[in-house]
């Protein structure tokens, strides 16, 4: 059972909840200060073990959301359909706007369904027959990647079309593809379930999409259509559930592609409520987890373990469910503090012009600044209208090429959300949950803005996430100057993306005798210590040791960024023995080299960097991956692919400590910038100047030895590792 006590020490709840590992009060506990327990009973009820007490607080006007139970929810859903999104007393409203206010998303819809009237039906998988292990998993990709054209695609354009419009052409073309996969079995063992073990994504898009196609397009079924329809949601939904349980989700929520099957649970139950019995189990078991720990991936402060493509999708996946909840039954999970704040994690955790989106799987494949926004201005114009933002209704102004969603959420609001420059917020933000941070010179200028995106993550090196802890990626108005290199493909697991992009050598991160991060580690991990921003500068510094595993037992980065352009990174080290340590810089083009130098350019963006050590440095390039893209990749498979380029400044002699400075310059084609390197015993610094003003900064390679004079008595004494003077003349130490 639970056990709550208030401030004064009387019990404020108890509940007997079983073997359940979660749970939510189903009463509003006022706000105060509480402690609360978990207590073992035997068969007789008696208190035989506690785990002990943990303490919490609960503000004052804290948004409330207790317990309902879902067959209390269910009941609520009104009879009859259209029910998910777009609930048929919506509809008129809707349709009045389509020539007005909805008419750019509308016209993005229309253009999608028109285009699949001429449909035909999709084909049975043969992946599985393959008998190669590694043509088969490749055949299974390609498989996925066909089938989702179906189904996330064309059935759910012409479906949505049908709904709007009553126009029977699209219902036709829409009940091609849904009658055919309709027929296909549903066997947990079928290549099709999302327990296959070919591979789950084609049993994920049924999962994600059948439902709203029966719920859609209810209208134009029979009733033996409805039948069939009818009887494949509901079997593919206990497929999800069976999975669910077997993983144990509720108390090992860290698979993946298990975080979307939870929330397409509470879509699929609102969609078949009062039709089947499954709903009650069904939501019953989705709420347990999506209004607790939910997303496993994720911390409070909107932060995104796995990074913002994966964060971009996996916060795609659950809006369904909370937007159908809170319209059919009131129930609002929106108000929890992570869906309320992970819109800033996309919106400092990106280059608005930015045509990568580091870390993680797929940080290589577009940003913001690509490809009209690559999904990230659609995600972000739902949050700009659920929570009435203007600045990131601003952001999603900025996407070039994006005109307008096309998916099912698309008509949920009107075209344009509020929007206003974000000026006077700050210009730097860390999520500290999932050790993130995002740096930038001026979020309200995408074309000039410096920015760094920061990780040092205590997830590890699990799931999507790489061994790339401490790691940094700069890009100058989205220009990408410091990249994680390698490429997120042929498919998950492959040689070169198992070990070269997943690896810590192929990130901007230190390596010690040669040796990097453990891969695929959630104890290899690391964490933000401190992080403190002001008008003129922002510093951080973050903790890596634990992700060596022993190789080191020391691992600081300590970054000071003077805006706009000069950062200053000190690296202090230390190993268990005798050591060589390697500082790694990774960009698309070919970098100019001397001796502690390294300068890389992009399209008239410039990324100086100065790297000295006590030890000595020699910097050495090369075009080569360890383990080329298409190792071990069947020819017919085998795609080419760019190198990317790689520094790497080692040092010169061996130690137990050291410690590494780089002063990392970045600056645009049109700005006057001129980078000056600083000398001090024991310390290196450098200064910028320009339009701007100058900025200076310095860190301490020696420790214990007194710095430059005029930064106070810490760097006097010797006990600071760093110190600047930000362009407003405002001083920092560190």
């Not at 690509?370 to 990230?376: E, F, P, Q, Y």
């Amino acid at each position: 059972k639970r056990l709550f006590h208030g401030a004064d020490g009387g019990v404020a709840y108890e509940k007997a909840i079983g073997s359940d590992p979660v749970h939510l009060p189903d009463v509003v506990l006022e706000s105060g200060n509480y402690a609360w327990d978990v207590i073992a009973l035997d068969e007789n009820g008696n208190d035989v073990a506690r785990r002990g007490e943990w303490k919490f607080s609960i503000a004052e006007d804290v948004p409330q959301l207790p317990w309902v139970d879902p067959e209390e929810l269910l009941s609520r859903i009104p009879e009859g359909h259209s029910r998910l999104l777009y609930p048929r007393a919506s509809l008129a409203e809707i349709r009045s706007t389509l020539a007005t206010t909805r008419k750019r998303s509308w016209q993005a819809n229309l253009r999608a369904a028109d285009g699949a009237l001429d449909t035909d039906v999709p084909q049975y998988p043969t992946y599985h027959l393959t008998e190669d292990r590694q043509e088969c998993r490749l055949e299974y990709v390609k498989y996925f990647q066909y089938i989702r054209g179906y189904i996330d695609g064309k059935l759910m354009h012409l479906a949505l079309a049908f709904l709007i419009t009553e126009e029977a052409k699209y219902a036709d073309a829409a009940k091609r593809i849904l009658l055919e996969i309709a027929r296909w079995p549903t066997d947990d063992d079928d290549v099709t379930s999302v327990s296959a073990k070919w591979g789950d994504e084609p049993g994920l898009s049924y999962a994600k999409c059948a439902h709203f196609a029966y719920d859609w397009l209810y209208h134009a079924l029979d009733d033996r259509e409805k039948e069939l329809v009818f009887k494949m949601c509901e079997e593919r939904a206990w497929q999800v559930y069976r999975r669910l349980v077997r993983s144990n989700y509720l108390t090992n929520p860290g698979g993946s592609h298990e975080g979307r099957l939870i929330a397409y649970l509470s879509d699929i139950s609102i969609v078949l409520a009062g039709e089947s019995e499954g709903p009650k189990t069904w939501l019953d078991y989705s709420l347990k987890a999506l209004t607790t720990f939910y997303p496993h991936w994720a911390g409070y402060e909107g932060g995104w373990a796995e990074g913002p493509p994966y964060g971009l999708w996996y916060n795609e996946f659950y809006i369904p469910a909370f937007e159908g909840l809170k319209q059919t039954t009131g129930f609002d999970l929106w108000q929890r503090p992570f869906f309320n704040n992970v819109r800033y994690f996309f919106f400092y955790c990106t280059a608005l012009r930015g045509e990568i989106r580091p870390f993680g799987d797929s940080a290589e494949n577009g940003g913001p600044g690509a490809r009209g926004g690559s999904g990230d201005a659609s995600l972000m114009w739902h949050h700009a209208h659920r929570f009435a933002d203007p600045h990131v209704g601003w952001w999603v102004d900025q996407i070039r090429d994006w005109s307008g969603g096309g998916g099912k959420i698309s008509l949920l609001f009107e075209d344009d959300p509020p929007s206003s420059p974000p000026v006077g917020i700050p210009n730097s933000r860390a999520f500290r949950g999932v050790g993130w941070a995002g740096l930038h010179s001026d979020l309200a200028d995408p074309d000039g803005d410096t920015c760094m995106i920061f990780k040092s993550s205590p997830y590890g090196s699990v799931s999507h996430s790489h061994a790339d802890q401490n790691a940094f990626a700069i890009m100058k108005g989205g220009q990408a100057l410091a990249i994680p290199s390698g490429y997120y493909g042929p498919s998950y697991g492959q040689a070169h993306h198992a070990e070269w992009t997943r690896s810590t050598k192929g990130n901007n991160c230190v390596l010690v005798d040669g040796q990097g991060q453990e891969i695929r580690s959630a104890r290899a991990n690391g964490r933000i210590v401190d992080f403190e921003n002001r008008q003129g500068l922002t510093y951080l510094l973050a903790d890596a040791a634990p992700a060596y595993m022993g190789k080191l037992t020391r691992c600081d980065r300590h970054i000071l960024f003077l805006r706009p352009g000069l950062f200053l990174m000190l690296d202090d080290l230390a190993a268990p023995q005798e050591a060589t340590y390697q500082w790694m810089l990774h960009a698309f083009e070919e970098m100019g080299v001397e001796e502690g130098r390294a300068v890389s350019r992009r399209n008239g963006a410039t990324l100086d960097a100065r790297v000295v050590c006590p030890l000595g440095l020699t910097l050495s390039q090369t075009d080569q991956f360890d383990t080329p893209y298409n190792e071990g990749i069947p020819e017919q498979f085998q795609k080419d692919r760019p190198n990317h380029w790689h520094v790497t400044a080692g040092t010169d002699g061996k130690a137990t400590a050291t410690r590494i400075g780089a002063a990392l310059g970045v600056y645009g084609p049109e700005e006057a910038f001129e980078l000056k390197v600083l000398e001090w015993d024991g310390w290196f610094g450098a200064e910028a100047s320009g339009a701007f003003g100058s900025v200076v900064g310095w860190m301490q390679l020696v420790e214990g030895m007194a710095g430059p004079d005029g930064f106070g008595e810490s760097v006097d004494a010797g006990s600071a590792k760093m110190c600047g003077r930000a362009s407003d003349g405002e001083l920092f130490t560190r």
